[in-house]
């Protein structure tokens, strides 16, 4: 099975900082990868697929990037209500695996 | 709109089975893949397995394979999927999700003596 290594596990940060998070796979995965959203009791949010491809409805100031195994996700400039947990997915292989989820808190 | 309407919560005994359905309308059910995601509490996204619509053929994570079945009724456009010889640590929610953009809201699934 394909792993998932995501860090870090949780940061701080302030309204308006530059969040950066990083995906790792096991082996290549071409650019299927996506990243979701959750917030506490709710179900997850696609933000981006294929990458780097921002699913409809999506703020752009969420981005994505990376092909083969090393994929970030970036907040250009962080809102209140992007406080929350985001995973990486990987849909190379039809048995998706999950990142273990990067917590996103208020410095 | 799409949704995806999950049942509603449930309570079981240890080693007692479920069954979660996943109705879904706003789209042709038969066109996209229904996966089933989990999520203990406080941990993270765990994939169970997925099942074609059209075709019924299923695919599950090695973790719950002889314990899981995954099956459609294309009748009445719903996905379920039933896991067997329940333990406490598999208290989760329960989602479904319409291959990988549209989630349901999820069911909660309580095991305990």
């Known amino acids: 099975a394909i792993q998932m290594t995501q860090s870090p596990s949780s940061l701080s940060a302030s309204v308006g900082d530059r969040v950066t998070i990083t995906c790792r796979a096991s082996q290549g995965i071409r650019n299927d990868l996506g990243w979701y959203q959750q917030k506490p009791g709710k179900a997850p949010k696609l933000l981006i697929y294929?990458?780097?491809s921002l699913q409809s409805g999506v703020p752009s100031r969420f981005s994505g990037s990376g092909s083969g195994t090393d994929f970030t996700l970036t907040i250009s400039s962080l809102q209140p209500e992007d406080f929350a947990t985001y995973y990486c997915l990987q849909d190379y292989d039809y048995r998706w695996t999950f990142g273990q989820g990067t917590k996103v808190e208020l410095k | 709109q799409v949704q995806l309407v999950q049942s509603g919560a449930e309570v079981k005994k240890p080693g007692a089975s479920v069954k979660v359905s996943c109705k879904a309308s706003?789209?042709?059910?038969?066109?996209?893949?229904v996966n089933w995601v989990r999520q203990a509490p406080g941990q993270g996204l765990e994939w169970m397995g997925s099942?074609?619509?059209?075709?019924?053929?299923?695919d599950y994570a090695q973790s719950f394979q002889g314990r899981i079945t995954m099956t459609r009724d294309t009748s009445v456009s719903t996905a379920y999927m039933e896991l067997s010889r329940l333990r406490s640590d598999d208290t989760a929610i329960y989602y479904c999700?319409?291959?990988?953009?549209?989630w349901g809201l999820g069911t909660l699934v309580t095991v305990s003596s």
């Open positions: 294929g990458s780097s």
């Open positions: 706003g789209y042709s059910f038969t066109a996209y893949y």
């Open positions: 999700a319409r291959g990988r953009d549209f």
């Open positions: 099942i074609s619509p059209s075709s019924g053929d299923t």
